[in-house]
């Protein structure tokens, strides 16, 4: 199984390879790790996928951050460390404002963000943040209520919510805590690459208003929306994202 070393911590990713000039790297959200990005998602054609867990999650060791800049770091020294370069780095929820703050830091290898169900301040319910530390399955029962969209299985909520319920409590709790602090509302126009924004219009924990937001402040960047979709828009409507992405990518980034 592939690892970065970082520091004392191994970063575990799940990788696609390919011999083109494409590379994403596709980051999770608050208590999630590379599976919450479905399969058709992470085997592109023509293009190299790097799917890592981040530290504390998934199958990488280490330890949760309270801030986004420090998941931020991360990030970059993970795409360093692999020499990524040309770089569109997609983003869900927390993975989102992880891209968001590495855009503003515009990194040499750094070509496209996509920000998927997610927006420029994060403020989290209370209910959420504090139950996580106390009843941690009432809060993930609170979570896991608001997250999908009306059509979602109820099977892929339930195999969401087994996949949260692996995470420690204090790396989810940590993952929320780096949400709740993260506000570059007034910072949007210094993004300065191709941006993808991709929200569900049945989204309840980033609701279109904080899509729109996106596409309103970035210079350039476009959004779709996803009839019926809910903040797990990625697990719920693959096909549709897919759709989204492979367009941006086409006429955005280099070609294959
Ligand atoms: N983009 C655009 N607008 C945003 C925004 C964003 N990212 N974040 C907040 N806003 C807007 C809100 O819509 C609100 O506008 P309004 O005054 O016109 O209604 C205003 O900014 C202030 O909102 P907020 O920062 O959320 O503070 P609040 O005190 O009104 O509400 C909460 C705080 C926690 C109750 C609220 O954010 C909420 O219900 N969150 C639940 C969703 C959640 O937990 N999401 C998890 C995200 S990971």
Redesign the pocket.
């Known amino acids: 199984m592939p690892f970065v070393e970082l520091g004392e911590e191994r970063i575990y990713y799940d990788h696609s390879p390919s011999s083109g000039r494409r590379v994403l790297l596709p980051i999770h959200?608050?208590g999630g790790d590379h599976r919450c990005w479905p399969e058709v998602l992470r085997r592109l054609p023509a293009t190299a996928v790097f799917t890592p867990d981040l530290p504390g999650h998934g199958r990488s060791t280490g330890s949760g951050r309270s801030r986004v800049a420090d998941y931020a770091d991360v990030v970059a020294a993970f795409a360093e460390r692999l020499g990524l370069q040309n770089v569109v780095l997609m983003g869900h929820?927390?993975g989102g404002a992880i891209a968001q703050s590495l855009a503003l830091r515009s990194p040499a290898w750094l070509a496209a963000i996509v920000l998927v169900g997610t927006?420029?301040?994060?403020?989290?319910?209370?209910a959420?943040l504090d139950g996580l530390l106390g009843d941690y399955d009432a809060a993930l029962d609170l979570v896991c209520e608001?997250a999908f969209g009306p059509q979602a299985a109820p099977a892929l909520v339930r195999a969401h919510r087994q996949g949260l319920r692996q995470t420690p409590p204090a790396v989810t709790h940590d993952d929320?805590s780096a949400?709740?602090q993260f506000d570059i509302?007034d910072r949007l126009g210094d993004i300065r690459v191709p941006t993808l924004v991709v929200t569900g219009s049945a989204d309840?924990?980033?609701?279109p208003?904080?899509g729109?937001?996106?596409r309103d402040r970035i210079p350039g960047a476009q959004m779709a929306l996803i009839a019926g979709a809910g903040h797990m828009l990625a697990l719920e409507n693959p096909a549709a994202l897919l759709g989204h992405l492979s367009a941006f990518l086409d006429a955005r980034v280099t070609p294959p």
């Open positions: 959200g608050s929820s927390l927006g420029a301040r994060l403020r989290v319910d209370p959420i608001s929320f949400c709740n509302m309840n924990l980033t609701p208003k904080y729109a937001f996106l």
